[in-house]
């Protein structure tokens, strides 16, 4: 065997080591993602859960403890068709939901009419879309003249400064150079000031050939 050939032979054992190392690493990587992802899935399909719980919102205490009096107020109440006060009844978890007739009986979503009346039901007088409220607001309800139900919204302003805990699990990879380059970190940001978030991060990185852990805190600006 030459010396010509056995460097060749070298060479070709290097590159088939080195592309079965890329080839190991991307399965670690596509396995490590793919229960990232399964992870996630799981994750959200639970916040969503959350999200999409109906709320039996409180007074606030300016409207709590005031006194009540019965007045023969004439509302303008909507007649809602069957199919749709069953599609509110269900959306908003309120099965004995009524609505009123063009006679003025209380019915049911079947049409049954109910004894009571209006003295013992609970009768649909409107549904309004919300804006979104990411730090929540207040609503108040009024009989507008006419006797239409209204619902105005005011949004919570948010707070020049503000604390929130959020954190943050990520690897970055090198297009170029997948197994030497790559970074693995947990980030946290928790303090807000204006648009600028105090974020800490932590970890570890590979870049040509060695690799390390490292910590760093900052500032960014989100949009």
Do not use: C, I, N
């Not at 399909?45 to 409207?63: C, D, I, L, S």
């Not at 928790?190 to 060695?210: I, P």
């Amino acid at each position: 065997m030459t010396a010509e050939t056995s460097w060749t032979s070298r060479v070709r054992q290097w590159a088939a080591g080195s592309t079965a190392a890329v080839k190991l690493g991307a399965a670690v990587v596509a396995a490590l993602a793919l229960l990232v992802l399964l992870g996630e899935l799981a994750a959200w399909r639970r916040v969503r859960e959350v999200e999409r719980r109906v709320v039996q919102v409180a007074p606030t205490r300016r409207f709590a403890e005031l006194e009540r009096v019965r007045v023969p107020a004439e509302l303008a109440v909507p007649v809602v068709p069957g199919r749709v006060l069953e599609r509110l009844a269900r959306d908003y978890d309120r099965p004995g939901l009524a609505t009123v007739t063009a006679g003025g009986e209380v019915v049911e979503a079947r049409g049954a009419v109910l004894p009571g009346g209006l003295a013992g039901a609970e009768v649909a007088l409107g549904e309004f879309r919300l804006p979104r409220l990411p730090e929540g607001g207040g609503a108040l309800v009024t009989r507008e003249p006419g006797g239409e139900v209204s619902l105005v919204v005011k949004p919570e302003a948010r707070r020049f400064v503000g604390l929130r805990s959020e954190w943050a699990v990520g690897a970055m990879l090198s297009p170029a150079d997948p197994a030497g380059e790559w970074r693995g970190y947990v980030r946290w940001s928790g303090l807000r000031v204006g648009r600028v978030h105090v974020v800490a991060e932590g970890g570890a990185q590979a870049r040509a050939g060695t690799s390390s852990a490292y910590a760093l805190v900052g500032a960014e600006v989100r949009f």
